[in-house]
């Protein structure tokens, strides 16, 4: 045993020699109270090794679990970052998924308005645009808007019931109450006019330079923006107070002048 250890132990070497050396003058009673104190002295030395194995386990154990906390910490940081990465990196997915969404209903909906474009575009082309000669052809072309006699053309006449002179600007031509007035030419209704003196008075426009007027009319068969056809009927003649028979006013405008019809009738 070293001298370090010795000074751990709670008796001396020196001093037990001592006490032998009395014991052996006592003669038996010594050896039995020798035998008695290395029995204690057994006693002491197992209790004293056997306090110092628990010290040095209990020295032991907190490091063992201090590497145990220190390994899961260490598990723990490594495998958390993992768990929380896992949902940024799910938001992200789900947000490309929309974007490539977002761009395929936006690349659809371009291809949708560019093929009803150009199912517009074909429609339109499909429409024969006549010419500035096929205008002025047709206008040299018309129709009558009312097969009747030309009572008036163009000229000074006096009102009966205004009781003065007037200038007719058109053509009146004499029908039956209730005729079919048709539309000289293509075109579309401009104007629809209703008056207590001259009934319903429908204008007709034909191009940018030339309108058609229709007046002292019953009902009207057509409204303000409808595309007509020549010989469409747009109306019916009205009654003038003349009896059976009434007139149709006829006029054409030419830019902001009217000009005489009959040079425009077939």
């Not at 490539?100 to 429609?123: C, G, L």
């Not at 339109?124 to 096929?134: A, H, L, R």
């Not at 000229?155 to 109450?177: C, F, H, M, P, T």
């Amino acid at each position: 045993m070293s001298k370090k250890e010795e000074k751990k132990l709670p008796f001396s070497l020196s001093a037990t020699k001592n006490k032998l050396k009395k014991l052996k003058k006592l003669g038996w009673a010594g050896y039995v109270l020798f035998i008695a104190f290395f029995i204690a002295l057994g006693g002491m030395i197992a209790y004293y090794q056997k306090g110092y194995q628990l010290d040095s386990i209990n020295q032991l154990l907190p490091h063992n679990n201090q590497e145990e906390t220190q390994e899961k910490i260490t598990v723990d940081s490594i495998s958390q970052p993992q768990m929380i990465n896992s949902k940024p990196e799910q938001e992200q997915f789900s947000e490309i998924g929309r974007a490539v969404m977002s761009d395929s209903q936006k690349s659809a909906k371009k291809t949708k308005e560019k093929i009803e474009d150009e199912i517009s575009e074909e429609k339109v082309n499909s429409v024969p645009q006549m010419s500035s000669e096929s205008v002025s052809s047709q206008f040299n072309n018309l129709i009558m808007p009312l097969q009747g006699e030309i009572v008036s053309n163009c000229e000074w006449y006096k009102d009966q019931l205004l009781d003065a002179w007037k200038y007719n600007s058109g053509v009146n031509i004499r029908g039956e109450i209730g005729a079919e007035i048709k539309a000289v030419a293509n075109g579309k209704v401009k104007r629809i006019i209703r008056d207590d003196y001259q009934g319903i008075t429908i204008i007709i426009t034909h191009t940018d330079k030339y309108n058609s007027l229709y007046s002292n009319l019953e009902t009207a068969t057509v409204k303000v923006g409808d595309e007509v056809a020549k010989s469409q009927m747009i109306a019916k003649l009205g009654d003038n107070g003349a009896g059976e028979n009434s007139e149709l006013h006829f006029e054409i405008i030419k830019g902001e002048k009217s000009v005489n019809p009959v040079d425009y009738f077939n």
